[in-house]
């Protein structure tokens, strides 16, 4: 079978956990013995490459606003392009869904999978914070979340606003869905995506994945770490996750707040933190490599996943849970049925809640140790051997309906 994956980004230009998910889910193909070719849209020029056996075909001409509507003529033009070369294609980026939507209309004539890693199916931002706020999503309220979003232009605000219902249609247009969640299903088909045409198959951690000792803690015995890695933007939640440890640090001297992350709000919390009194125990190191990244996950006696929105899946729970840390998430989206019995579940965005939950976490032992021995069989679910083969049986289905 020749698979061809487009997405925007491809390793190493890593925007976020999508970008980690596609490279495990490319080379785990490969490895089976697929043949595979991404097409990115994030070079300087047109450029071929192979990275862990993986063919990487990347163009330029990215742009970082209004994705789905600037990529529309160029993912036309590349799935035409790579017709005759691929049995199928899979879009691995909801920006890039329309113009696949587009070739399917069109008359395209090889089956189309997507994965919905984020909701900008129905969302122009991505976030799907309208449905945390009962927000209508018309015109107006288009154009407040594009022009609430921090150093993005605003040229195309209105354009992509006023198109935005068309684009949204022709997403709905593709062969087959796969939604990293539970979650993720249930809020597309509520808003009008075929639920027959959507097969939950999760994320999935690497074939040959490392085997993490949770005896090399680094950093100092004496001082219990809670960590965050994740963007820093309104969705994630992070200042409910700063006011809380504000409230645990007061009662709780030996504790300290590690945020590994970048985005929009950067500036913003590291305000609060130095309003709220607490710069000398709470540790920002902005944004790090993958494989930096590690030695944050080592330092760490739980992990906090604070989102007020519908987290798709959440990628980082994962990587916790490879280091075997307790887990704390809010209760929306995906999270609280990927830890299972690996963690406690506050309610999103109650500071009081969430306070309760960390002082568990350091109080009770007994608790952190069952939630880290049951963090290893709930991994198990997730692992590329499981779940590689759903995936590959819904590229064989799409391809029989086509015949």
Known sequence: MNIGIIAPYYFPNVKGGGEVSLKILSEALVKKGYNVVVVTFDGKEKKEEVISRVRIVRYSGLAEMAQPLTLLPQVLLVLKRFEQEVDLFHMYNMSTIPGAGLYKLLGGRKPVVATLNSYIGFCPIGSALCIVQNKACNLINRIKCLNSRKNAPKILHFPYAVVYPILTSLSKKLDAYIAPSKAVKYVYTCHGYSNDRIEV??????????????????????????????????????DILIQAFSYVARCHRNTNLIIVGDGPEFGKYKKLVYDLGISSKVFFAGKVSISQ??????????????????????????????????????????????????????????????????????????LRKRLISNSSTVLQGYHAEKLLGKIVGIYERVLENRN
């Open 201 to 238: 198959v999760p994320y999935f951690v690497p074939m040959r994945a490392r085997k993490i000792s949770i005896v090399s803690k680094c950093g100092d015995p004496k001082i219990f770490k809670i960590l965050y890695v994740g963007k820093l933007d309104v969705h994630k939640g992070v």
């Open 293 to 366: 990244v590690w030695k944050y996950y080592s330092m760490a006696d739980v992990f906090v996943h604070p989102a007020i929105w519908f987290e798709p899946f959440g990628r980082t729970i994962l990587e916790a849970l490879s280091f075997q840390l307790p887990l704390i998430v809010s209760n929306v989206g995906a999270p609280p049925e990927i830890i299972k019995k690996a963690g406690l579940v506050f309610e999103k965005g109650n500071v009081t809640d969430l306070v309760r939950k960390l002082e568990l976490m350091i109080e009770n032992d007994a």
